[in-house]
């Protein structure tokens, strides 16, 4: 019980401490401190909850065993990183993202092309790419290439979509400028509309890290060598090691978002002179 | 870019599409003679005949368990399952599209409901935009689908078994899109309108109703349409770790057990209709609401 009623009161004092940070005039610290108190609340509550109420392991685990068994296999989630993270979705988005900016740039040239692939593009883009999981392990077996296919066929159209978008970016005034200086199709495309198509490409970029991640995570649900973290969290949930199976979604979320920032760091590094970007 | 009248854009765009379309369609074949080509041949082989090449490509089209099914065997598949047999069957691709359809829109309606109710409290309290939504945004560089499987078996050990869980992990994928776009509608009025309503001392109940509601729905449509096709994702992964019971994830996992890639197929296309369908619905409710609202360009 104690547990319980600490954890609440934990609460009340950390609501009413961001109440009074809140209504401060917003700083650097303020931003920072507020959500930060909010998460560490929400793992107080869970953790005096869990314990309070005496919730089996099998159901919830409380963040310290999470935290225990974290530390202790380091190893096996480092391993499962490099399968899933590294060969298979690192992998996929190089090739998905460069392929899709190719066509992009392939088709630029031809509207009625762009015209007909944009539609088709933005259809795709909707759909439960993701089903294709099967068949592409079913083609490339059950090592990293198949769930680099996966991650290639989920990001392929956001990012093909996105770039295109973004080679009209650039106004008529400004393509009229190239011209009087008679820049070549090819100088307008490189000094001016790749530039401009930028902001629009990252967009398509940040929205592929997740979609990557998620990809080979689920398509490692069909079938795997015995190494992944879609592999192990499928596993150690039917062993019901619930323990494990959070320490993997937390080695998913730590990479997912760190591999976000990444891309969203080139992204502030590169356009820097985009209005989104100052200020 | 001039803005073209929607009617014109259509029909300026349908002869590129369908070329696109028709392009997609050939590739198909071709690939499907390319990667079922080696089977036939090691059978011919096997029987100590040397078939010519239109025999091999007539059998490319009409195996049993293709490595790529041709586009007419899905597209038989699709009528066997839909139109020629029972919809109770269990052989139905409209039975199991329904299982899983359900659970989508249940998960949908819930993940909407929590989302919209998450984004006004967001927008007239600064403590918990400033604690809740940093996390939000964050939540969605993090692939959530991940804890599908944990769900599912969790919710199943404490007996909530069937719509349930799934709906949960469609609500969970729906949430944050839906929470972001409207916090950020919410707050699309600009200073201009919000002084005007203060001029007519307008509360903050009013402000919102008559300002910020009707401004926040063009976010709330795009963000409902990313939120749907969320939900269907989330329905179907969470079919897969139940062990292919029903629905079209189960219809995708047993297709990879036993070998069916026809069928696998015609759960894929099944999906994408489902998809194509609901995203279309959304964006139907989005022009006549926006019409209704003098909103549209």
Redesign the interface.
């Known amino acids: 019980m104690s547990w319980i009623a600490g954890a609440l009161a934990f609460w009340g004092l950390a609501?009413w401490a961001?109440?009074r940070?809140?209504?401060m005039p917003?700083t650097r610290a303020?931003?920072f401190a507020?959500?930060a108190?909010?998460?560490v609340t929400v793992l107080v509550l869970w953790e005096g909850v869990v314990r309070g109420l005496d919730v089996p392991g099998?159901?919830?685990p409380p963040p310290s065993a999470i935290a225990e068994r974290f530390a202790a296999s380091l190893p096996i989630l480092w391993t499962d990183f490099v399968q899933t993270f590294v060969k298979g979705a690192l992998s996929g988005y190089a090739i998905g993202c460069g392929a899709a900016f190719l066509t992009a740039i392939l088709i630029d040239r031809s509207p009625?092309?762009?015209?007909?692939?944009?539609?088709?593009g933005n259809?795709v883009a909707?759909?439960?790419i993701?089903?294709?999981?099967?068949?592409l392990?079913?083609?490339f077996g059950f090592d990293w290439q198949s769930k680099a296919a996966v991650v290639v066929a989920m990001v392929f159209f956001p990012v093909l979509v996105n770039t295109v978008e973004g080679l009209?970016a650039a106004t008529a005034m400004q393509r009229d400028l190239m011209r009087t200086w008679s820049a070549s199709y090819w100088q307008t495309l490189l000094r001016l509309r790749l530039p401009a198509a930028l902001p629009f490409v990252f967009n398509g970029l940040k929205i592929s890290?997740?979609l990557a991640?998620?990809g080979a995570?689920?398509a490692e649900?069909?079938?795997s060598p015995i190494k992944g973290?879609?592999f192990r969290?499928?596993t150690e949930?039917?062993r019901?090691a619930?323990d494990m199976?959070?320490a993997?979604?937390t080695v998913?979320?730590i990479a997912?978002?760190a591999?976000?920032?990444l891309v969203a760091a080139i992204e502030k590094g590169v356009t820097f002179w985009h209005p989104s970007q100052r200020g | 870019?001039p803005r073209v009248p929607r009617g014109a854009g259509m029909t300026?765009?349908i002869?590129?599409?369908?070329?696109?379309?028709a392009a997609?369609v050939a590739l198909w074949y071709a690939a499907a003679f390319a990667?079922n080509q080696q089977w036939t041949r090691d059978q011919a082989a096997r029987a100590g005949t040397e078939p010519t090449l239109a025999q091999i490509a007539a059998d490319t089209m009409s195996q049993e368990r293709p490595?790529l099914p041709a586009p007419h065997q899905v597209a038989a598949e699709l009528w066997d399952t839909t139109v020629a047999k029972r919809v109770t069957s269990k052989r139905s691709l409209v039975y199991h599209g329904w299982i899983t359809l359900s659970a989508t829109l249940l998960g949908f309606a819930i993940g909407t409901g929590l989302g919209i109710l998450l984004a006004v409290g967001i927008v007239h309290n600064?403590?918990m935009?400033?604690?809740?939504?940093?996390?939000a945004i964050?939540s969605?560089?993090?692939?959530i689908?991940?804890?599908a499987?944990?769900i599912i078996?969790?919710l199943n050990?404490?007996g909530i078994s069937g719509l349930l869980p799934k709906a949960v992990i469609s609500a969970y994928l729906s949430f944050f899109p839906v929470v972001v776009g409207m916090v950020k509608g919410l707050r699309s009025p600009d200073a201009m309108q919000l002084d005007l309503l203060s001029t007519y001392n307008a509360d903050r109940w009013q402000t919102f109703w008559k300002l910020r509601l009707p401004a926040s729905m063009p976010y709330l449509f795009t963000s409902l349409?990313v939120g749907v096709?969320a939900s269907?994702?989330g329905a179907?992964?969470g079919e897969?770790?139940t062990g292919a019971v029903a629905g079209?994830?189960a219809r995708?996992?047993a297709?990879?057990y036993y070998?069916q890639?026809v069928q696998?197929?015609s759960?894929?296309l099944g999906?994408?209709v489902l998809?194509?369908a609901l995203?279309g619905l959304i964006g139907l409710a989005q022009r006549l609401t926006l019409a209704a609202m003098g909103m549209n360009r």
């Open positions: 609501w961001n109440l940070l809140a209504a917003g303020t931003r507020v959500p108190l909010f998460g099998v159901i919830l009625f092309l762009q015209r007909g692939l944009l539609p088709v259809f909707a759909l439960p993701v089903g294709t999981a099967p068949i392990v079913m083609w009209s890290t997740t991640l998620i995570i689920v649900f069909f079938g973290m879609g969290i499928s949930v039917g019901l619930l199976v959070w993997e979604i998913a979320a997912g978002s591999f976000y920032g | 870019m300026r765009s002869l590129p599409v369908l070329t696109v379309v997609i990667m490595k600064r403590a935009d400033m604690s809740v939504m940093p996390w964050a969605q560089t993090i692939p689908l991940a804890i499987p944990m078996v969790v050990s404490v349409k096709a269907l994702v179907i992964v897969l770790p079209l994830g995708l996992l297709g990879s070998g890639t696998i197929w759960a894929l999906a994408a998809a194509a995203v």
